[in-house]
């Protein structure tokens, strides 16, 4: 399917390949690296880093003589790993501009024709668009043209933000020099042979006249020169999960260094995110151990956060409850990108702590005390007295005066606990209580109910006989006769 759309902008990314293994690897920044397309003394450069750049290193030269101008640069390959991360780095860029988008090896096509209630000008569009793309560390220029391919030859020239009027794509593509359009090796020397060195003089060549030097796609360059092509954007399907990876120069075992390289690949997942508006969720950590096995790692997130020290919290804690076995040479973190849940707070609330926060607690807790010890206490279905059951913690979704109340309230009676009980001093008449006299409480019994013998209550496996008495001021209590013991003990009061 394709898609015809008034403005197309073009954000392109010059040396490709060097900015995609930079943005995985920018310790290398400052180094004296190249990228090329193998290891080979004939290889080619893809790009090198300023200090090579400022020694005479240029693109297009091989390895070997890259070494004759300096014998200690590091050649790097650039992995399809690294590669398709930094695409789908850029697609996510366009995509918080544009639902139409077309993404390929260093450039990216959005259709901005419906833009202008959000941007005042063109040229402003184009710098924010510069802007996020350096969110994510890529580096480009940006133009805008009615025509994809005008904004894509035109951007590959000129730095910053160039914005070319309908009927003016001539008067920018005239002087940009040939290399700028899709040549083969046998066509850019045919025209260097003809004396050709800019679009311009492309363009004063009869059109009728290049299918027979060049065939048929002479004439599809001659329309590009012109800045004719009306060709349609053909939109890019976009990546499923966002996931950064890192491949290790010397295996590693030690989780603090593991852990410092994670931080880089989920700060890089997190800008990602960022930059499409949304948040992450539960994400998977992979360890590529040696040999060949793999160990995944799943990191819980109770509530869709952009915060990066909190995920990386999350993400140690979790680590050392599952620390790596063997050695590491790569690692990998994907997640499925999530909508942040909005915290609405009110005007007289007082402070509340975060769901991230609490989260992390929650993480660092489970840390310590092991999986499936830490949670929510609900009340266990059971006739036995102080018996809960933990459940994992959610937190709220809403506040609770959004819920309203409830259409039917009934009175509820809680029942607070006293740990450890009480002991009390009780006179009875054979099986009537007549007195109770505790720390606190002192008075006679109105009303009594029970006994309720239970055996095997939590932390005592003795015979005990319950009571529920009322005193004349009110107090509602729970006691207990411990037959083993042969004491009372106040054991908890009704609110």
């Not at 998977?284 to 952009?306: F, S």
């Not at 609490?358 to 840390?367: D, P, S």
């Not at 006769?481 to 042969?486: A, K, L, N």
């Amino acid at each position: 399917m394709s898609l015809t759309c008034e403005r197309v902008a073009c954000l392109w990314i010059p040396s490709w390949s060097l900015q995609a293994l930079l943005r995985a690897r920018p310790e290398l920044r400052a180094q004296k690296v190249v990228v090329s397309d193998g290891l080979l003394p004939s290889s080619l450069l893809l790009g090198a880093t300023l200090p090579l750049r400022q020694l005479g290193v240029r693109v297009g030269q091989t390895v070997a003589q890259a070494r004759n101008l300096c014998a200690e640069l590091q050649v790097h390959v650039l992995s399809d790993a690294n590669r398709q991360a930094a695409k789908d780095a850029l697609y996510d860029v366009a995509s918080a501009f544009s639902p139409v988008i077309e993404c390929g090896d260093g450039f990216v096509l959005l259709g901005v024709g419906d833009l202008a209630k959000l941007f005042p000008d063109e040229e402003t569009l184009g710098k924010a668009l510069l802007v996020q793309a350096e969110s994510v560390r890529l580096h480009g220029r940006v133009a805008i043209a009615s025509y994809k391919e005008t904004a894509k030859l035109i951007a590959k020239a000129r730095a910053d933000v160039t914005v070319i009027r309908r009927g003016d794509e001539k008067l920018y593509l005239r002087a940009l020099p040939l290399s700028v359009l899709p040549l083969s090796a046998s066509q850019a020397l045919l025209l260097s042979r003809f004396g050709l060195r800019t679009l311009g003089d492309l363009m004063a060549l009869p059109r009728t006249k290049l299918p027979t030097r060049l065939g048929k796609e002479g004439l599809r360059l001659h329309r590009l020169a012109s800045g004719e092509d009306d060709s349609p954007i053909q939109p890019t399907t976009p990546p499923v999960e966002v996931c950064e990876s890192l491949d290790l120069d010397e295996p590693e075992q030690n989780l603090e260094p593991l852990l410092f390289l994670l931080r880089g690949l989920v700060d890089r997942m997190m800008a990602r995110l960022r930059a499409m508006s949304l948040a992450c969720g539960d994400f998977v950590v992979e360890l590529l151990e040696k040999p060949h096995g793999i160990r995944r790692v799943e990191v819980k997130v109770a509530t869709p956060t952009r915060e990066v020290a909190t995920l990386t919290e999350l993400l140690r804690l979790s680590l050392q409850a599952h620390p790596p076995e063997t050695e590491v040479r790569g690692l990998l973190v994907r997640t499925m990108a999530q909508r942040p849940r909005p915290l609405q707070l009110g005007l007289f609330d007082g402070e509340q702590i975060l769901p991230e926060r609490l989260m992390t607690l929650i993480g660092r807790l489970q840390a310590l005390c092991g999986d499936g010890k830490v949670g929510q206490a609900v009340a266990a279905d059971s006739h036995l007295p102080g018996l809960c059951d933990v459940v994992p913690l959610n937190p709220p979704t809403k506040r609770d005066d959004d819920t309203g109340p409830p259409l039917s309230p009934s009175p509820r009676l809680a029942l607070h606990m006293l740990r450890p009980p009480r002991a009390a001093t009780v006179r009875v008449n054979g099986s009537r209580l007549l007195h109770l006299h505790s720390d606190g409480l002192s008075g006679p019994v109105l009303r009594s109910g029970g006994p309720y013998r239970i055996r095997g209550s939590v932390g005592n496996e003795g015979l005990r006989d319950y009571y529920d008495v009322e005193l004349p001021g009110g107090e509602a209590l729970r006691l207990f006769f411990d037959r083993d013991e042969g004491n009372w003990f106040l054991d908890a009061r009704y609110d």
